[in-house]
Each structure stands twice: as structure tokens, then as C-alpha cells.
């Protein structure tokens, strides 16, 4: 028990920090509040198979991470900390499971710093803030990947191990379509392929393990596919291949130009991407077929690179690559504790570098900060944002709202920023001077608990970007007004005022809004009619029943043009309005 307390701390304290950053902000427009919608029509349709959103049939995802937020609600009840309650579990899960891989593959030092670069680095934290399955995928990629090479090292019964292979593949499937088959079959293949191995075939258990595979996989395929008319065709062909080629129909996502594609990593794997030089003294290249060191770093360099390949070609977001994560954190977690254990300087001028950047960091903040002190906070962000007029691509990407920022920003910013400053500093000055010490395992916990409290800071700060990032005060006022018989009206497409479904549990209408995630289901003879035209806009508008019409002010004139009726104003929050055709006096 007492060689494992570190891993046992290490997942707890994780555990402690995602736990308490869960509760809040709340939930945002666009993808994280359809999601999550989607999760709750699972419990009030009664319906497993064919997700919901708006009434609509869903037919985009895999289900796995709506499956088990749906159970969550009905533990925790409906709210932002069931949504991200599984993605938490997941990061947990996926740390447990990098460190068996590292202990198993490498030494249990390895397995210990792999996951902790995986729980403190900042792709990891910033990309489980919304209600997508990229933790959950990545920790059945990491089982499989474990899987396979345990059975493909192994002898006697522990081939066994090629079953788990095969179920977190289905599970991967299950997770996120078809990428959980390429990503896990192909860095195997190019494994063999490359190693002149592939005679091993015959050890891999097709037969057997391919009904493991369908016994998970196939059924929820079936069913979906015998609910839903051109189930198939929609799913595989227009959201995987057409989606890959980008040629898709209803484009409602962006790519990446291909050099900040690559050197983003740079960032998401912070700070431990500074360790990325390290590699340069790894093995790759086998001398043998009994050279296991080096075929086990071919494996996961395979494995990164399957996945940062893939994704170059390909459409993309900043997520994407996270599948690609534990491969690092795996051959990362290695040349540390190798260069640790050979006293190598290289470690003490990383170190070094961090610490520099850290203190330029904080340099900066503190400047920002010291630029805005004579701005007075108003709790509303948007106010101080360069935000990009339109319907602009700028927005299709995770973080566009991080570039709309401005020196003035700060005024609203300044206590995350300046435990931020502080955090960056102190820490990383900290795990300089014990690694200057050679008291390695110190400076490591330095810096995973820098990382940690910065954290929590971002989160602070990402609470700030609430009323710019979720309708949720305008959904507040809808409810302390609402009436029977009201309807609510979004000026545009579901994404854009999801948050507003998601916190009044009321069905929307989509006042020009059939596009995007919600078409195709709108195809359906069982669509509900929550699509509407400006015809009937004015209709409901001049109708008996209340109307809450929502808007981004960017849109607000030429919709208020286009109705040419009176409106009054209820609210406005994060450059959104919200008006409605009666007026009343305020609760």
C-alpha cells in the first residue's frame, strides 16, 4: 500500500479539483447545453436509442456520454454538476490508467509522472469544461493500447488481454463513431507493419474477439438504425467520411490552419510540452523483436502521431488531437524519470525555462491588471470584448472568445488574473530552485500543484466569461415571468440559446433556424414545429399568448426591423437581449 500512496494522493487531490470546478459557470450555449439537453430527453422520452434535442432527432453522436450523463441526473439531478459529473471520472479514470500502463511499461516513477502530466496539464483541464466525450474517448484508447501490448508481450493466458482490446474499441465506438475503431486498429497495424511483425495476426483472436466487439458495439447500431430512416447514410457517410473530406453538408464547424494546428500542442500540453526535447534521447527504432524498450516507445509515438496525422488532414477543432494526450504523457513521464535518474542537466534548464516564462507570464497579467484599475467591474465581460459582428467562422472554434479579450477586460478579470500571476510565479520559481537541489520529486509537486491552483483561477476567470458564454440571467428572467401558454423564440439556429433550453426546461422555436445540427432531424414526419419563418413571427407576436424572443445584439436591429412591431425590453446580458410583445410589471 505504501508504494502506491503517491498515485492514491495524486488521484485524489485530481479528483478534489475537478469535483470543486464542476459546480460552476454554468453551462454554454452551443454544444455544451444541446448536449445536455440531449442527455434529459433520454429521461423524459424514455428513449435510449435515438437522441433529442428541441424534440428533434439528434442523430450526430454516439450515445455513451449521454447514457451515463442521464444516469447522472437521475442521481444528482438536473444541473451543470451532473453534466460534467462522468467527464470528471473519466480524467480520473484516465490518470489510474496511464499510471498502470507507465508501471507496467516502463517503471512505476513513469507510471506516476505520465499521470500526473495527464491531470495538470492544460489541454486536459480546458477541453473537460463542456459536455463533449474526448476524456471518456481517450480513457478506452488508453485501455485498448495498454490491452494490446500486454497480449502482444505476453504468453499463455494473458492474451487474454487482446479481449479488453477489443471491448474498449467498442466502447471507443460507442464513445465517438468510427474514430474509436481507426485509432485503435491503426497505430496496432503500423506497429506490426513497421516492426515486420505482422505474422502475429494470428494471435490477435479475431474470430473471438470480433463477437466481443460486436456483442458491445452492434446492438445500439441496429436499433438507432431501425428507428431512424437513412440512419446509416447520415451517420457514417455525412458525419464521418464527408465530414473528414470537409465537404459536408451544413458546415458548422472550422479547421485549423495547419501550423497552429501543430504548435498548439505546445500549449495544451503545458508546461510539460517543455519536456518534448527529452524524446529526441528516447529509442525508437528496435534493434530486435526481444528489444521490448524501444517497441513499446514506437507504439506510442504511433499512437500520437495516428492521431495528430489523422486530424491534419482532416476537419478539426482544438480538442481533437486529445486522444493523443496519454502518448505523450507516457513517453513524457519516461524521459523525465530517466533524465532524473541520470542527473542530466537538461531537466534543470527546462526547469529554468519554465520559470522564466511563468515570471514573464505573471509580468503581463500584472501589467493588464494594473491597466484596468481605473475601469470599474460591472459583472457583465461583453462590455470589454472585441467581439466579431455576424455569423462569422471566428466563432466555430473552441476558443474564439480567449482572442476577443482587451487590456480593459481586466477590470473584470483582475482577482483570477492576479491569483493567476501569482500561482505561475511562485510555483514554477519553486520547482526551479528544488530542482536545482536535485529534490526532483519535490520540484514535480511544485509544479503539478501550480498547475492546479491555476486552475482553479482559470475557472474563476472562465466564470467571468459566463453571461458572454451562457444565456443562463436571460433564462432566469424568463422563468420568473413565465406564464401559461408563453413561448420562447430563438433568432436563429439551436446552438446559439441552448443554455436557454437547457435552464427553463421549455421547448424552443427556431425563428429562422433550420440548419446545422438540427436539420436533417427536422426531416423526420414526427419533427415537432419548432421551426419558424418571419411570417410566423409576427403571427405569435401579435397572438394572446406571451412571446420571449431572444437575440444576439449583433442581429438585434435588423430583427427588430424585419418585425416591425412594438417590443419591450426584459433583459440584456452578454451582448444578448431578450424582448418580449406584452408588456407587464416587473415580479
Not at 508481450?153 to 471507443?172: I, S
Not at 475601469?375 to 466579431?388: C, E, H, P, R, Y
Request: glycine share 6%; proline share 4%; aromatic share 16%.
Amino acid at each position: 500500500m505504501h508504494k502506491h500512496l503517491p498515485i492514491f494522493l495524486l488521484l485524489i487531490f485530481s479528483a478534489v479539483i475537478y469535483i470543486a470546478t464542476s459546480f460552476e459557470p454554468s453551462l454554454v450555449d452551443n454544444i455544451d447545453s444541446s448536449h445536455a439537453i440531449a442527455a434529459r430527453e433520454i429521461l423524459q422520452r424514455h428513449d435510449w436509442i435515438t437522441l433529442h434535442i428541441n424534440g428533434v432527432r439528434y442523430l450526430e453522436k454516439a450515445p455513451l456520454l449521454y447514457w451515463l450523463v442521464a444516469t447522472s441526473y437521475q442521481v444528482f439531478g438536473v444541473n451543470e454538476f451532473a453534466v460534467r459529473f462522468p467527464t470528471m471520472v473519466a480524467v480520473v479514470l484516465l490518470a489510474g490508467s496511464a499510471y498502470i500502463f507507465g508501471r507496467w511499461a516502463y517503471s512505476q516513477k513513469a507510471g506516476l509522472y505520465a499521470a500526473a502530466i495527464l491531470v495538470s496539464c492544460v489541454g486536459m483541464f480546458l477541453f473537460t469544461r463542456m459536455m463533449i466525450p474526448e476524456a471518456l474517448l481517450t480513457l478506452w484508447f488508453t485501455v485498448a493500447h495498454f490491452c494490446f501490448l500486454r497480449a502482444f508481450f505476453g504468453k499463455g493466458k494473458q492474451k487474454r488481454f487482446y479481449y479488453g482490446f477489443y471491448a474498449a474499441m467498442a466502447l471507443a465506438l460507442l464513445s465517438k463513431g468510427l474514430i474509436g475503431i481507426v485509432f485503435c486498429v491503426a497505430p496496432a497495424f503500423l506497429f506490426l507493419l513497421v516492426t515486420n511483425q505482422l505474422s502475429a495476426w494470428k494471435e490477435l483472436r479475431l474470430l473471438s474477439g470480433s463477437a466481443v466487439f460486436l456483442a458491445i458495439a452492434a446492438p445500439w447500431h441496429i436499433m438507432a438504425g431501425l428507428q431512424n430512416q437513412n440512419f446509416f447514410w447520415f451517420y457514417f457517410i455525412n458525419e464521418h467520411v464527408l465530414r473528414f473530406l470537409n465537404i459536408r453538408p451544413q458546415r458548422d464547424y472550422n479547421r485549423l490552419p495547419i501550423l497552429q494546428y501543430w504548435l498548439l500542442h505546445l500549449v495544451w500540453l503545458f508546461p510539460w510540452s517543455f519536456g518534448l526535447p527529452l524524446l529526441f534521447k528516447q529509442r525508437f527504432r528496435p534493434q530486435s523483436a526481444t528489444d521490448y524498450q524501444a517497441q513499446v516507445n514506437l507504439y506510442l509515438l504511433l499512437w500520437a502521431g495516428t492521431v495528430l496525422v489523422f486530424f491534419g488532414l482532416s476537419s478539426n477543432q482544438e480538442y481533437y488531437t486529445f486522444p493523443a494526450y496519454p502518448a505523450f504523457a507516457l513517453l513524457l513521464g519516461e524521459a523525465i524519470a530517466n533524465a532524473e535518474e541520470k542527473g542530466t542537466k537538461s531537466l534543470l534548464w527546462l526547469n529554468r525555462a519554465l520559470a522564466a516564462i511563468a515570471l514573464f507570464a505573471a509580468t503581463i497579467l500584472s501589467l493588464l491588471v494594473w491597466k484596468s484599475r481605473g475601469i470599474k467591474a460591472t459583472g457583465d465581460l461583453s462590455a470589454f470584448l472585441n467581439q466579431v459582428a455576424g455569423d462569422s467562422e471566428h466563432y466555430t472554434r473552441s476558443l474564439a472568445r480567449v482572442f476577443d479579450l482587451t487590456p480593459q477586460a481586466f477590470a473584470e478579470l483582475r482577482d483570477p488574473a492576479i491569483g493567476a500571476a501569482l500561482t505561475l510565479g511562485i510555483g514554477f520559481l519553486a520547482a526551479f530552485w528544488f530542482r536545482r537541489r536535485q529534490q526532483h520529486g519535490r520540484a514535480m509537486v511544485a509544479m503539478i500543484l501550480a498547475m492546479w491552483l491555476f486552475f482553479v483561477c482559470a475557472n474563476s476567470a472562465y466564470v467571468r466569461f459566463e453571461p458572454v458564454l451562457s444565456s443562463r440571467a436571460l433564462a432566469d428572467a424568463i422563468v420568473q415571468r413565465w406564464e401559461p401558454g408563453a413561448k420562447i423564440v430563438i433568432n436563429g439556429n439551436h446552438e446559439i440559446g441552448s443554455s436557454i433550453g437547457f435552464y427553463t426546461n421549455q421547448q424552443l422555436l427556431l425563428l429562422n433556424g433550420r440548419k446545422f445540427n438540427l436539420e436533417f432531424g427536422s426531416r423526420y414526419p414526427d419533427a415537432p414545429p419548432v421551426f419558424i419563418n418571419n411570417e410566423d413571427i409576427r403571427r405569435l407576436w401579435l397572438s394572446y399568448n406571451r412571446v420571449f424572443l431572444f437575440t444576439e445584439n449583433v442581429k438585434k436591429e435588423a430583427l427588430l426591423k424585419n418585425l416591425n412591431l412594438p417590443v419591450t425590453l426584459i433583459a440584456e446580458s452578454g451582448g444578448k437581449s431578450l424582448f418580449t410583445n406584452k408588456p407587464y410589471f416587473n415580479p
